[in-house]
Structure formats: C-alpha cells, structure tokens
C-alpha cells in the first residue's frame, strides 16, 4: 500500500557520465534545416549528462546523449500535453489518444507497432500525466532507424490511419481500464474525489487523467482528430535519444523522417494555479473495503521546479517516511493503524501535500480516533521539528536515489525529456541536488507552518459501504454536477444538427437512386460504394466509375462538397512522403 501512494510522486533525478568523445559540430555540418542549440561535454568534475541539443525549422526540440556502455538505444517523444489541456466535458482524451497513437498510422498497420519493435528485440510503452504524454522505446542500436521512422509516422501521419472502429474499441479499452484500475479496485478513486475536492471546479487538475465515462462517451472522432491537429505538432515536442548511436547519423535519420512535417500550432505555457480552500471540507467515500483509510491534504503554493519543492519532499519524508517516519513510530509500530504515509505531490501547475492512514478498526470512533492520533503525530512534529541528522540522512537518501539513476540509459533519458520539457533546460541534475544538499531544519519548520499549521484541508473518510457513521465527520462538500459551458452547449448542438442534416441528405440520396435502380443498374454498386465512402474516416479507395446519369452526378457532388468541408476542418496538411529505407 505505502508504495501505491509514494508511487504516485516518484520522480527520479539521474545523474550520468560518459567517455563520449563529443566533438562540437559547426551548423554548416549539420543536415538542412537542423541547427545546434547547445552542447555539453563529459566533466569528470561535474555531476551531468553530456548532450547536445538540436532544433528543427518546424519547431521539433532533439537531444542526443551518446553513451557506448550498452548495445542499446532508448527513444523518448515527449509530448507537452496531458490531462490539464483538456476541455471541460472532454476528460481523458490525453490517455484516449495515448492509445490511440499505437493502433497503426498510415505507412503502420494495426497493431504493427507493438510486432515490429518486439520481433527487433525491444520493448515499448506509454505513459500519460496531468503535464505531459510520452512514448518511448529501448532497441538493439542497430534498430534506431526503425524506431525513428516509426515516432515520424505516427506524428506526421496519424490521422489518415484514424476510423470510427478503433476509435471504439479504444475507448471500450479506456472505460475497461478505468472500471478495472479506478472504479472496482478498492480504494481506487481516492485522489479521484480528492482532486474534486482540493481544486476548484474547472481547475485543470480537478479530474484524473483517467476522465469520466460520461465524457469519453461524448467524444466522437472527430473531437480525438482535433486534439491531435491541437497538441501533436513537432513544436510542442522533444526527441530524446541515448546510447550507442552516432551523432551524424542520427541526425541525417532525423532529418529525413522528422524534417518534412509541418509546424503544428503554438503553444503558450500554462499559468501556474495553486489551488486555495476557502474552508475545510470533509468528504466521505463509500468503498467495497474492510478496511477504513482516512487521508488529509493541504494546497501548497509550490509548483515542479519550484525551490521549496525539495523542502516538501523533505518534510514528507520526516513525517512518513520508512520506518524512521514519525507516523511510523507512532501509529504502526504501536499498531493504531496498518499502514501510513506522506508525500508531496508536485506538478506544473499546482502542488499539494498529503497525509493518510489505514485503521485496523471499523467500531464506530475508530476511524475519528485515528484521525486524531494523526493530527496528534503532525502537531508534535511541529513542536519538536526535524533533527540535522534525520534530515542528513533523508537529503542523503535523495541524493543517492539521484545516482543510482546513472545505472540506466533509459533514466538518463527520461531524465533529460523531463527537464527541457517542463523548464526548457536538459541539464538540471547538479542544480537539483544543491538544492537537496541546501535544505536546512529551520526551511522543513518553515514549510509546516506556512501550509499546514492551522490551514484549511480537505479531509476524505474511506468507509465500508453503508457506514457512513464512522466517517471522521459528516460530508460538508459535495462535488458539483459537472456542466458544460454554455458556448460548448452551443457548439455541440450546431454540431449534432449538422451531423443529423448531412446524414439525412445522404439518406433522401440513397431512396431516390433505389426509386431510379431500374432505370439505373449501375447506381446500385455506386451507391453502396458511396455509402462506404461517407461514413469511413479513412479514404476508401474504388475503382473510378463512369456514369453520365443525373442521380450519380448528384451523389457525387455531394461527396465532393462533404470531402472539401471536412479536409478544411479536419485535415492537417501533412501530405507529406514518409516511406522507410
């Protein structure tokens, strides 16, 4: 249980070296349209990565971090969009289109992306955040051509491999996982009803990544079509590549995969917005558990990269943290609870820090009574704060987490996508570990009482279904019914109007030629092949059939109007070639 809550937070700052030899490369020496923004070299008196990173002309940000220790290579596409970007009444497409982006592109068929990167001996996945999307990939060295062409295809030429079946059967997929991982798992939709509860309605962090089921089944395709012609241009990406690779190579692959597709829209950086509680809220959830949980959280003022960061990440470890915690000490080992834990949970936009514990009894004043032991345990944590050696021992167990992380390509990796993703600057590590080693005891007591002494919290009760009356106390917060804006009301019923007039269009087009068939025999295969036609997202290609009659004149005009009005809507532009070898 403690790691599903401190799992939720990790964050892993890796630290590297390298025998590279980096040789600087003039512009004139790189391929068109790829121009050398910075380059840092291996010091052997510096904690680092070594990289260069690289800039195309429509926007695409590369790093490349040589390191010849393995056979291997890992590939990071970093996408600056998750769950915060969303609109209201549109949760979860982030993760949606995660999916989304492995179901084939238009030069990978389905399910293609997955057999051609295991079959080259790698491994593969995705992951999905309030901040940012990520795709990633670790390959035999001699594979890194394929994985290059693979990350183009599927940002350059998605939409034409985009129909209305995997758009079904993807969000089927999402609903089975939210069902699986959030609605049945016990406890699971804690930080669910905490979101809700912590943030104002609105707020981009008031909802999970994973969205709401009502939500996903009000996006149609052409809502998921949008999203990728918003978000998935090169300019809102960074290409991270490291291991055994050779720079000019690389380059030349980049260039001849990556060079060609267009500049999506601009994308301004999003305001920070600490959340602000104007009272205490208490919440109850009603869960299939024996079990009951109590979990408390406070808004902070803080935001990832934010120098108190470090401090909260260390005031979270004095009070939960092992079995030298406090709330170990006081609650687990004289056995008032099963398990309990703190941690900070710091994002772009907002941060917040939480505390829980898991009663062993379900009598009616248990679960208040470990509520009060807990508050007990943080209010002596304020009188007697953080010893120098405890928090020596914590900064060291920071800072060894941080070097460990050299072990890995893949963390070096993520590492350098994390940082130029979120702060535009790859090259953090020894920035973040001063600011571990410069956390003082005075700065931890300092934290507590500017966020949590005597400030207003959100407090969730974790019940058997049906024991309401053990909850710490009564709800006093409901959540509000979600409701779309206006102007988005608007826009999807001019929308759904529109739909239904083409559709019936199509419908009067189709009875009259069945009046005309025996005047016309040739209008029946063209009518069915039209009718394919109009409802498949995906161009489907027919041989080109000539008819002088006056209804499949008409029918044809119809399709070419339609076709026009959707690519001017819909389609990105990207006619670009992208065949790989």
């Given at each position: ?136 990939e670790t390959v035999p060295s001699n594979q890194l051509e ?185 609650l687990i080992k004289t056995q008032k609870a099963l398990d ?242």
């Open positions: 249980m403690r790691k599903i809550w401190l799992g939720l937070l990790s964050v892993v700052f890796v630290y590297g070296c390298s025998n590279s030899d980096f040789s600087t490369q003039s512009d004139s020496a790189l391929p068109p349209g790829i121009t050398l923004v910075e380059e840092m070299k291996a010091d052997p008196d510096r904690v680092m990565i070594p990289y260069s990173k690289y800039k195309l002309d429509n926007g695409l940000t590369v790093i490349l971090a040589p390191d010849d220790s393995d056979p291997l290579v890992h590939v990071d596409v970093t996408y600056h969009v998750g769950s915060a970007r969303e609109e209201i009444g549109k949760s979860g497409f982030a993760h949606f289109f995660e999916h989304m982006m492995f179901q084939g592109s238009e030069h990978v068929g389905d399910q293609q992306h997955f057999k051609i990167i295991t079959e080259a001996g790698g491994t593969l996945n995705g992951t999905t955040t309030r901040d940012r999307t990520n795709y990633f394929k994985m290059l062409w693979l990350e183009a295809d599927r940002m350059g030429f998605l939409l034409g491999a985009v129909s209305q079946r995997k758009f079904e059967i993807q969000r089927d997929t999402v609903k089975n996982e939210r069902a699986q991982n959030f609605d049945n798992r016990p406890y699971g939709l804690i930080w669910e009803r905490m979101g809700e509860a912590m943030f104002p309605e609105g707020h981009p962090y008031s909802w999970q990544p994973i969205g709401y089921v009502e939500d996903l089944d009000r996006v149609d395709v052409n809502d998921l079509k949008a999203f990728f012609l918003r978000w998935y241009g090169p300019n809102n990406a960074v290409l991270t590549i490291g291991g055994d690779i050779d720079k000019a190579q690389t380059l030349e692959w980049i260039h001849k995969y990556f060079g060609s597709i267009p500049e999506g829209p601009s994308v301004e950086k999003a305001p920070k917005q600490p959340a602000v509680l104007p009272e205490d809220r208490y919440i109850t959830l009603e869960d299939r558990i024996r079990q009951p949980m109590v979990v408390i959280g406070w808004p902070t003022t803080s935001y990832r990269g934010a120098e108190d960061q470090v401090v909260l990440d260390a005031m979270a470890d004095a009070i939960g943290g092992g079995t030298n915690g406090l709330l170990y000490q006081k309990a834990g703190a941690f900070s949970d710091c994002n772009e936009l907002a941060c917040n820090f939480y505390v829980y514990a898991m009663g062993a009894s379900t009598d009616k004043d248990g679960l208040k009574s470990l509520y009060n032991d807990l508050l007990a345990t943080l209010d002596e944590f304020d009188k007697q704060g953080i010893s120098d050696e405890r928090l020596k021992q914590i900064t060291g167990l920071s800072e060894a987490g941080a070097v460990f992380a050299l072990q890995s390509v893949k963390g070096k990796v993520t590492q350098l996508a994390a940082n130029e993703t979120f702060y535009g600057q790859p090259d953090r590590i020894e920035q973040k570990l001063e600011q571990i080693r410069s956390v003082t005891s005075e700065e931890v007591s300092a934290a507590y009482k500017t966020f949590i002494e005597d400030k207003h919290k959100v407090t969730l009760s974790v019940v058997p279904r049906g024991r309401t009356d053990i909850a710490v106390k009564p709800a006093t917060f409901v959540t509000p019914a979600r409701t779309l804006p206006e102007y988005k009301k608007v826009t999807e019923l001019i929308l759904s109007c529109a739909v239904r007039l083409m559709t019936l269009i199509v419908v009067l087009c189709l009875r009259w030629q069945k009046g005309l068939r025996r005047k016309c025999l040739s209008c029946t295969k063209f009518t069915s092949t039209m009718a394919v036609s109009y409802w498949a997202p995906r161009p489907v290609k027919r041989q080109r059939l000539r008819s002088t009659s006056r209804c499949q004149r008409a029918v044809a005009m119809f399709l070419r109007a339609k076709k026009g009005l959707l690519a001017s809507l819909l389609h990105d532009g990207r006619g670009h070639n992208n065949t790989y070898g």
